[in-house]
């Protein structure tokens, strides 16, 4: 099979053996892989595939069918189409994954759509509500809320009747996240808009200590996006006042329980909303799996509302 | 009545007027109030009175005799032993309190030792429990472990069967922590001890950046002293890596409704273990109310196992 492969710090289409599915696993032929930030940082070498996953083959996320399954599968079945997180070897022809990572794509999400949304709204949906507790009526902000991760945090937060503010450098998306009804602003003097019972960051260092600033009574700042930079001053004894909390998550690297419950959770929270229409996957660009290294320099340029993808 | 009073940064004893119970609330013939790090800091001038406490009159909890009850009382009648935690003025004669907030004393604890149970095992049980979720098998770091919260915190840990570790600067404090079973170090290269999986800190910016290093994987660090110094550098990609967490609180300046609770919680939880003998409060050192000056010099200069009480 041809599959997106990093060498040397460069990433182009090479041949690799087919994969073969073992007990419990589906083998995919893959139709849409979306891009992530953490392909970004394996591309620089600064983030190493975790164990069992490719080590040359990126890739996050995926949709396609599956081709067959392995010993012990349960509940699918060649033909079936399929979405998914991965600990990487998503951006190939040909993928094998635990089923139990798998979602049955719903009808009303095409390939490249089903492609863009495992990472983010897995991501999102964790984020939000499974670690930061978000719930209705509260305030988000959503720090660079124009990327994939931050689309999906904010169609979520809103139907889940969260008050939504959502920071967007780039002005023209700025425009377009604020056509989804949400109180988007430029990222300077963000705590004005304040104060937030959750915050989402997505970009780092640069919104701090004005992330404290702008936090309500018993915050939540989430940080799962250090882009801008990772390293910060924090004041403990504004946290203590505040009575405030600062966590940290990432994904890739979860052992497989706690992806498959996270998937369980996204099957009955999250796609019923792509079916209801009050979820969508915007899609900035889309690239044939060939001209991988342009749609990298795309993702790393920014100024850009949602998801890149690969059709493959 | 004669109350410890704070006066142009100076603490002595002067007159005031008797408080008077309203609706709800008990006027208490107060036996024995503990100090506090909060107290020291408000006769600094660093912590004001927070709304509805006396501005003068410091002393965060009290054991006494109801002397009186306010209208609507339902718990308590004159001559109840009770001990509470309250806003300020606990370093007096006489108190009011809402009833909610106050719990019996076990028969038991003597007045001096009740006068030192209140904040400590208030603040302990909402650090570990409430906020950082401790659970049976966990590794639990507590930093600053001789003084006050410390010592509750301990004790209440291994009570619920986790996994203790203590730092204490003083070795003959150290000693006497080890005394308990648990594995007491110095402050010095305390990360080599871990991994934890809960750091109650109660010291402050000397223990950053090892408490991270100290973490282990989705840890938690409980801020709730931060006596020498609260301003710290932190590496977010370090704690995306842990998902850990950072906790911080306070519990003075909490309203009513959310002290009554916790207070309720240490009822069902805490006063059992005072009749089991699983738990005592180490009292460091007592003075009569005469003597309040002498009392917070003795609670600044540190080196002490527990508590400092004022016997009144």
């Known amino acids: 099979m041809r599959a997106a492969t990093i060498r040397d710090g460069e990433i182009a289409v090479e041949e690799h053996p087919d994969p073969r599915p073992q007990t419990g696993e589906l083998l995919v032929r893959v139709r849409a892989a979306g891009l992530n930030g953490a392909d970004m940082m394996q591309l620089a070498g600064r983030y190493p595939a975790p164990p069992g996953a490719p080590k040359d083959i990126p890739g996050l996320e995926f949709a396609g069918e599956v081709l067959e399954t392995g010993d012990a599968v349960e509940r699918f079945e060649p033909g079936d189409r399929v979405m998914s997180i991965v600990g990487g070897g ?52 959503v720090h660079g809320a124009a990327g994939g991760v931050g689309m999906a945090a904010v169609q979520l ?32 003097g963000f705590a004005e808009a304040g104060p937030f019972d959750v ?46 909390r600062i966590l940290a998550s990432t994904m890739r690297a979860r052992p497989l329980e706690e992806k498959a419950i996270a998937t369980r959770l996204v099957e009955r929270a999250v796609l019923p909303g792509f079916v209801s229409g009050d979820l969508s996957v915007p899609v900035a660009a889309t690239f044939p799996l060939d001209e991988v290294a342009a749609a990298y320099d795309r993702f790393k340029a920014g100024g850009k509302l949602g998801k890149v993808v690969l059709e493959i």
Chains 1, 2 share one sequence.
Not at 117 to 137: I, K, M, N, R, Y
Not at 157 to 178: F, I, L, N, S, W
Not at 209 to 223: Q, S, T
């Open 90 to 141: 998503g951006q190939a022809e040909q993928v094998v994954v635990n089923e139990r990572l798998a979602m049955p794509v719903p009808d009303e999400l095409d390939w490249i759509a089903a492609g863009g949304v495992p990472e983010v709204f897995f991501t999102a949906h964790d984020a939000l509500f499974t670690q930061a507790g978000l719930s209705v009526g509260e305030r988000l902000l």
């Open 157 to 188: 937060a809103t139907m889940a009747g969260a008050r939504v503010t959502a920071t967007v450098r780039d002005e023209h998306c700025r425009e377009q996240v604020a056509a989804l009804g949400v109180n988007a602003i430029e990222p300077e």
């Open 199 to 244: 915050i989402l960051e997505l970009v780092g260092a640069p919104n701090w200590p004005a992330n404290l600033d702008a936090l309500a009574l018993r915050g939540r700042i989430m940080v799962i996006g250090v882009g801008a930079g990772a390293n910060i001053e924090l004041d403990l004894r504004k946290l203590m006042f505040k009575r405030a």
